[in-house]
């Protein structure tokens, strides 16, 4: 599947006294991936509420492979898995230097049509033909 990716270098905010990545932090790693992958897509957030949808994260799972440390530089890889029924999104956190893989993750959000507040269970066609089209060109 096609991946979206971005680096960076992890900030001192991000760890704990041990200078390890405190667990709470990779969430955030996880939605600007999210977000760079959607924009991608042509589904953002914004084109989200715009067709009238939104997106909550309803699952988080979290597989910590090997520690993140202060000022280690990490690539946050974002592919999507399954968009029919459900927004499935797979992530790799590598290190930038060695490729080794440190964190795999996934998260799934369900589409709520607003402003009503009623879970769908079944994705918007703007948000299937998005990703269709987007795999097309890939």
Avoid at 93 to 107: C, N, P, S
Wanted: with cysteine; hydrophobic share 40%.
């Amino acid at each position: 599947m096609a991946k979206v990716g971005y680096e960076m270098q992890v900030p001192f905010y991000d760890v704990d006294s041990y200078r390890i990545v405190w667990h709470g932090s990779y969430p955030k790693y996880f939605e600007k991936g999210r977000c760079q992958l959607l924009e991608e897509i042509g589904f953002a957030y914004d084109k989200m509420e715009q067709t009238g949808f939104f997106f909550p994260v309803v699952d988080l799972q979290v597989k910590y492979v090997k520690p993140i440390t202060f000022k280690q530089n990490i690539k946050v890889e974002s592919s999507i898995k399954h968009w029919e029924n459900k927004l499935v999104i797979d992530y790799l956190v590598l290190d930038v230097a060695t490729g080794e893989v440190l964190t795999r993750a996934q998260t799934s959000q369900v589409a709520v049509k607003m402003p009503e507040k009623i879970t769908q269970f079944q994705s918007p066609p703007e948000l299937i033909t998005a990703v269709e089209r987007w795999l097309e060109r890939r």
